[in-house]
Nanobody, 115 residues
Framework: QVQLVESGGGLAQTGGSLRLSCTASGSPLRIDIMGWYRQAPGKQRELVATIIGSDSLNYAGPVKGRFTISRDSAKNTVFLQMNSLKPEDTAVYYC?????????WGQGTQVTVSS
């Protein structure tokens, strides 16, 4: 059984920063992709950022230049550093990993940015 445990969400002001982390535990994993998605009220879940290996990064347009994804492969942990936050970043953020053919999701962590 694989579990993804997220932390770091919360409330921030416009222009502020938050750092999310997500650690995968359980069965031995051969993780190839780690990433973050988000879902705002009334909207579909959307990609925020992914990292393949240690240096292949992909960001959604609205967060490019403000968010940074990184990973600690030894600890099966992925991070999302969010700077210059905007009210439109308010959403539930979900951690995602792909281990060859298996896909896993975290339980979600709320990020709220006040104006």
């Amino acid at each position: 059984q694989v579990q993804l445990v997220e932390s770091g969400g919360g409330l921030a002001q416009t222009g502020g920063s938050l750092r999310l982390s997500c650690t995968a535990s359980g069965s031995p994993l051969r993780i190839d992709i780690m990433g973050w998605y988000r879902q705002a009220p009334g909207k579909q879940r959307e990609l925020v950022a992914t990292i393949i290996g240690s240096d292949s990064l992909n960001y959604a347009g609205p967060v490019k230049g403000r968010f940074t994804i990184s990973r600690d492969s030894a600890k099966n942990t992925v991070f999302l550093q969010m700077n210059s936050l905007k009210p439109e970043d308010t959403a539930v953020y979900y951690c995602y990993i792909r281990a060859i053919t298996e896909h896993y999701w975290g339980q979600g962590t709320q990020v709220t940015v006040s104006s």
